[in-house]
């Protein structure tokens, strides 16, 4: 086996067992955060302390989305006219680069593995702008750096009909 080939046997079992990863934390933190809030508004609620039911509302949402977080990055793709989020292996180069197709492939899939944890840490960003104690400005700070950590992960996770999209318009090819 030469180099490439370890490459790209090396960045398949990192894509499938990264993304397997985030998609796991991404359940575990939704469905804690979703317990974690619905606790909170109840103890409030008992101890006569005012609780927002609308931050309540928007945190177990947030919650859901990231419970169904492989649903939410095939809903983002289809708003980019991307189609779903495909996991499997990219091979995206053209058979006439010989080697350098395996590498630039490897790199891409590696990049979507990314993509997948930049769209996870996005929507983390923006559940974390409903903790109690932020104010007006560092919320909306979380949900501006949140959203476009979240739309750099989707594209990166799209990265093959990125470059598609990006070709087409720019005219160019692999020649």
């Known amino acids: 086996m030469d180099a490439i ?14 993304i397997r990863l985030i998609l796991a ?15 909170s508004v109840a103890q409030r609620a008992r101890n006569g302390k005012p609780a927002s039911g609308l931050k309540a509302l928007v945190s177990v949402c947030l919650g859901g989305a990231l419970i169904a977080l492989q649903q939410m990055m095939n809903k983002a ?14 091979a995206y180069a ?14 891409l899939t590696l990049l979507r593995a990314v993509g997948v944890l930049f769209f996870f840490m996005g929507l983390s960003r923006i559940r974390r ?8 400005l560092s919320a909306r700070e979380d949900v501006s ?8 992960g989707i594209l990166l996770a799209c990265n093959p009909q990125l470059l598609n999209a990006l070709q087409t318009t720019l005219g160019l090819s692999w020649n």
């Not at 046997?9 to 499938?16: E, F, I, N, R, Y």
């Not at 750096?145 to 750099?152: P, Y």
């Open 145 to 152: 750096a949140g959203m476009v950590i979240l739309i750099c």
């Open 94 to 107: 053209p058979e006439s680069m010989g080697q350098a197709k395996l590498a630039i492939d490897a790199v």
């Open 25 to 39: 934390l991404g359940f575990m933190f939704g469905l804690g955060g979703c317990i974690f809030t619905l606790f």
């Open 129 to 136: 702008s409903l903790v109690d104690g932020h104010t007006g």
């Open 77 to 90: 793709a289809h708003t980019l006219s991307f189609g779903d989020v495909s996991f499997d292996a990219i």
């Open 5 to 18: 080939q370890i490459l790209v046997q090396v960045a398949d079992g990192l894509k499938t067992s990264g």
